[in-house]
C-alpha cells in the first residue's frame, strides 16, 4: 500500500513558478507520475518518472516548462513548473505505478493516487 500527499499548490500569476511536492509513504519502488485535471476535462499525463530518476517523460504541453524529479531517500517526488500559463490551471495529482508500462500517459496504469492540489494561473 501507498499513500500520497500533494502539497505547494495555489495561486500565481502567469509567468511565475511554482514546485509541487509530493510525499509517499509505505512501499517504495515505484515510477511516479503527475496529472492534471482542469474543470470540466478529463484528468490528463502531465509527467512521469522511473524509480531510479534516471528517466523522465513530459507531456508536450509541458516540456521545456516543467521538470519531474524524486529524492528516494526522503520518499519525495516534486514538479517545478516554470513559466505558468493560465491553461496550467488543474488539480494536479501525483500518482504511483507499480508496474511496468508503456502507455505511462494513461491515469488507469497508475495504481496509487494523492488528494490533489489545486494550481490557479490567473492572467
Known amino acids: 500500500q501507498v499513500q500520497l500527499v500533494e502539497s505547494g499548490g495555489g495561486l500565481v500569476q502567469a509567468g511565475d513558478s511554482l514546485r509541487l511536492s509530493c510525499a509517499a509513504s509505505g512501499r517504495a519502488g515505484y515510477a511516479m507520475g503527475w496529472f492534471r485535471q482542469a474543470r470540466g476535462k478529463e484528468r490528463e499525463f502531465v509527467a512521469t518518472?522511473?524509480?531510479?530518476?534516471?528517466?523522465?517523460y513530459y507531456a508536450a504541453s509541458v516540456k521545456g516548462r516543467f521538470t519531474i524529479s524524486r529524492d528516494n531517500a526522503k520518499n519525495m517526488v516534486y514538479l517545478q513548473m516554470n513559466s505558468l500559463k493560465p491553461e496550467d490551471t488543474a488539480v494536479y495529482y501525483c500518482a504511483a505505478r507499480t508496474q511496468y508500462s508503456a502507455y505511462y500517459t494513461r491515469p488507469t496504469e497508475y495504481d496509487y493516487w494523492g488528494q490533489g492540489t489545486q494550481v490557479t494561473v490567473s492572467s
Open positions: 518518472i522511473t524509480w531510479s530518476g534516471g528517466s523522465t
